[in-house]
């Protein structure tokens, strides 16, 4: 009798897992970054087998191997072919650019500015001890805040 109390009804765990399902859902619709749809899929396999009568230790069981396995099996696939064609962002989009300098880099009195694209960025050396005149050229190698860094670029000679 007290297994029986503890033991949460069919109906109720129908509502419940179509509950998680639903909750999910949204949460992938407002990411759109696949981050939960492999156990929305795991709470849509679960609520099935609720419906099949299965019991609750097998239906969390059917949910945390169907959320399993299709997040192994197909993220990769979609990390690979979702969202390929993204647009990087404005700062994703200044790495690796050459810039001209437009303010003497020292960034041990905190100076040093480019223009790029039309917007003035404040510029940092990669290293503290390197200084960039106005007029020299450099590369983008990362972003720090709203801080391109930048290497002293050489052009090669071929």
């Known amino acids: 009798m007290a297994a029986d109390i503890l033991t949460p009804s069919h109906e109720l765990m129908t509502l419940v897992w179509l509950g998680i399902f639903i ?7 407002c990411t759109v970054g696949l981050t939960t749809i492999w156990f929305a899929l795991g709470a849509l396999a679960a609520l099935l087998a609720n419906i099949l009568g299965a019991g609750l230790a097998v239906q969390i069981v059917v949910f945390l191997i169907v959320s399993i396995v299709f997040l192994v099996v197909t993220r990769p696939w979609a990390l690979k072919y979702v969202n390929r064609k993204r ?3 404005n700062y994703e989009s200044e790495i690796g650019k050459v810039i001209q300098i437009t303010e003497k880099v020292d960034n041990m009195n905190q100076t040093g500015k480019s223009i790029v694209d039309g917007q003035e960025w404040t510029v940092r050396s990669k290293n503290d001890s390197i200084i960039l005149e106005t007029g020299d050229r450099a590369k983008v190698v990362d972003i720090s805040g709203v801080k391109l860094i930048v290497e002293k670029y050489e052009e090669e000679v071929v």
């Open 23 to 29: 909750v999910l859902i949204v949460i992938e619709l």
């Open 87 to 89: 647009i990087r962002t």
